[in-house]
């Protein structure tokens, strides 16, 4: 069985691989003493190029092949933002709300940021985009991408999923991306289809 070894330590990121390679007979592991590795950094203004930075980077520090991904929400009303600073997007502003105890979490401030930006906004519409670099010894192999378009609540809902995910909504099922199930967010995801685009490619590696 071949397997690719993500850049992340990101559990929702590796929990979404998983799903995802579970039906293709790829198996996605955690990259070994990823954690011991100084982080590079991500400084290229778009997905792909901080995509492909990240795969050319760890692939460095091992012979196996390394998935990296870099993935984030962008909102029509807010000109694109976050992007790829989705996961940076309250720290970038220094906004913290008052009155916050105990401490909130990096997805639960940004989520507030967000909600803060989109309050007067008319046109809620956002999509998340995923771009993949698989490489080797440096070098990037493959690539694949995947988005889907939703739009943005004026609150959150469901308990699922990660970053903006309680917030983002699935006009087609009524639901957010945190209010559907593992599978089904696999088929609608943007990881999930950025997935399934890379795996027709990867037998170009199968020897």
Same mark, same amino acid.
């Given at each position: 069985?071949?397997?690719?070894?993500?850049?992340?330590?990101?559990?929702?990121?590796?929990?979404?691989?998983?799903?995802?390679?579970?039906?293709?007979?790829?198996?996605?592991?955690?990259?070994?003493?990823?954690?011991?590795?100084?982080?590079?950094?991500?400084?290229?203004?778009?997905?792909?190029?901080?995509?492909?930075?990240?795969?050319?980077y760890?692939?460095?520090?091992?012979?196996?092949?390394?998935?990296a991904?870099?993935?984030?929400?962008?909102?029509?009303?807010?000109?694109?933002?976050?992007?790829?600073?989705?996961?940076?997007?309250?720290?970038?502003?220094?906004?913290?709300?008052?009155?916050?105890?105990?401490? =909130? !979490?990096?997805?639960? $401030?940004?989520?507030?940021? &967000? +909600?803060?930006?989109?309050?007067?906004? /008319?046109?809620?519409?956002?999509?998340?985009?995923?771009?993949?670099?698989?490489?080797?010894?440096?070098t990037?192999?493959?690539?694949?991408?995947?988005?889907?378009?939703?739009?943005?609540?004026?609150?959150?809902?469901?308990?699922?999923?990660?970053?903006?995910?309680?917030?983002?909504?699935?006009?087609?099922?009524?639901?957010?991306?945190?209010?559907?199930?593992?599978?089904?967010?696999h088929? =609608? !995801?943007?990881?999930? $289809?950025?997935?399934?685009? &890379? +795996?027709?490619?990867?037998?170009?590696? /199968?020897?």
């Open positions: 069985m071949l397997t690719l070894y993500a850049a992340t330590t990101n559990h929702g990121k590796l929990r979404d691989f998983s799903v995802a390679a579970a039906e293709s007979g790829v198996a996605v592991a955690p990259l070994p003493g990823l954690k011991e590795i100084p982080a590079p950094e991500e400084n290229e203004p778009t997905f792909a190029g901080n995509a492909r930075l990240k795969a050319e760890y692939s460095r520090f091992t012979d196996e092949l390394v998935l991904d870099d993935s984030g929400l962008e909102v029509v009303a807010l000109d694109g933002q976050p992007g790829v600073r989705s996961a940076r997007f309250a720290e970038d502003a220094s906004f913290m709300p008052q009155n916050t105890t105990p401490a =909130l !979490s990096t997805d639960v $401030r940004n989520n507030l940021y &967000l +909600l803060d930006r989109m309050r007067d906004a /008319l046109n809620r519409t956002a999509r998340y985009h995923c771009v993949l670099a698989l490489a080797r010894n440096g990037v192999l493959l690539r694949a991408e995947g988005s889907v378009e939703g739009e943005i609540l004026s609150a959150p809902r469901g308990n699922g999923g990660f970053g903006y995910d309680p917030l983002f909504w699935l006009p087609e099922l009524g639901r957010t991306m945190a209010e559907i199930t593992l599978e089904d967010k088929q =609608l !995801s943007h990881r999930g $289809r950025a997935f399934r685009a &890379l +795996l027709p490619q990867l037998k170009t590696l /199968l020897p």
